[in-house]
Nanobody
Framework: QVQLVESGGGSVQSGLSLRVSCVASGNGLSSYCVAWFRQAPGKEREGVAL???????LYAPSVKGRFTISRANALNALYLQMNKLSPEDTAMYYCAADQLYCGLGPSYEYWGQGTQVTVSS
């Protein structure tokens, strides 16, 4: 069992940066693929970035070059550094973890409750 808790969301102006964090309790994250998703009102949940247990990363085209995913296994933590934010990035951001699945689809077993990111123009 893994419990995930996100933090670090907030309101920022367009063009600025924000880092969201996710901390896991229960089992350690080192053997899990972990990912960030986001969901804006009225839209489907979208995979943003993932990092595998081997450190492999994958980004959605909409954030590639602006967002960076990283993990700190010793801290059971996952991070998403978001730069050059735009109003289109406004959404609830969720972290997710799974020991078998590692992709940008919403097939992860464990999910956090989300942290809101709002970007104003």
């Amino acid at each position: 069992q893994v419990q995930l808790v996100e933090s670090g969301g907030g309101s920022v102006q367009s063009g600025l940066s924000l880092r969201v964090s996710c901390v896991a309790s229960g089992n350690g994250l080192s053997s899990y693929c972990v990912a960030w998703f986001r969901q804006a009102p009225g839209k489907e949940r979208e995979g943003v970035a993932l990092i595998g247990s081997d450190g492999r990363t994958l980004y959605a085209p909409s954030v590639k070059g602006r967002f960076t995913i990283s993990r700190a296994n010793a801290l059971n933590a996952l991070y998403l550094q978001m730069n050059k934010l735009s109003p289109e990035d406004t959404a609830m951001y969720y972290c997710a973890a799974d020991q078998l699945y590692c992709g940008l689809g919403p097939s992860y077993e464990y999910w956090g409750q989300g942290t809101q990111v709002t970007v104003s123009s």
